[in-house]
């Protein structure tokens, strides 16, 4: 099980951190990803972290304002999102799989519910 948290409403160039937690004894070996969907959009890839947390791959979108972190002692993943825009605005979610390469939702096994972001202009 995966559950988000850390949404919530910021204005544009504010920095909110999420967290995700995860219950079960697979965390350290699953690879953990972040995706956004906004209304009426698809679901689109974020950032991912490998298992041992030393390869990341993010969107070009987030690069160098995201940083996707992890805590295999804690089995929570975290997403620091700073200088955040309007267009940042979706409901986040986290997501379990087998390799932070894959960036199609389809590659990812389990899911949280998700917590919505707003960024205000």
């Known amino acids: 099980q995966l559950v988000e948290s850390g949404g919530g409403l910021v204005q544009a160039g504010g920095s909110l951190r999420l967290s995700c937690a995860a219950s079960g004894r697979t965390f350290s070996s699953s690879a953990m990803g972040w995706f956004r969907q906004a209304p009426g959009k698809e679901r689109e890839f974020v950032v991912a972290i490998s298992r041992s947390g030393r390869n990341t791959n993010y969107a070009d979108s987030v690069k160098g304002r995201f940083t996707i972190s992890r805590d295999n002692a804690k089995n929570t993943v975290y997403l620091q999102m700073n200088s955040l825009k309007p267009e940042d605005t979706a409901v986040y979610y986290c997501?379990?799989?087998?390799?932070?390469?894959?960036?199609?939702?389809?590659?990812?096994?389990?899911w949280g519910q998700g917590t919505q972001v707003t960024v205000s202009s």
């Open positions: 997501a379990a799989g087998q390799s932070s390469r894959v960036v199609t939702a389809q590659g990812y096994d389990y």
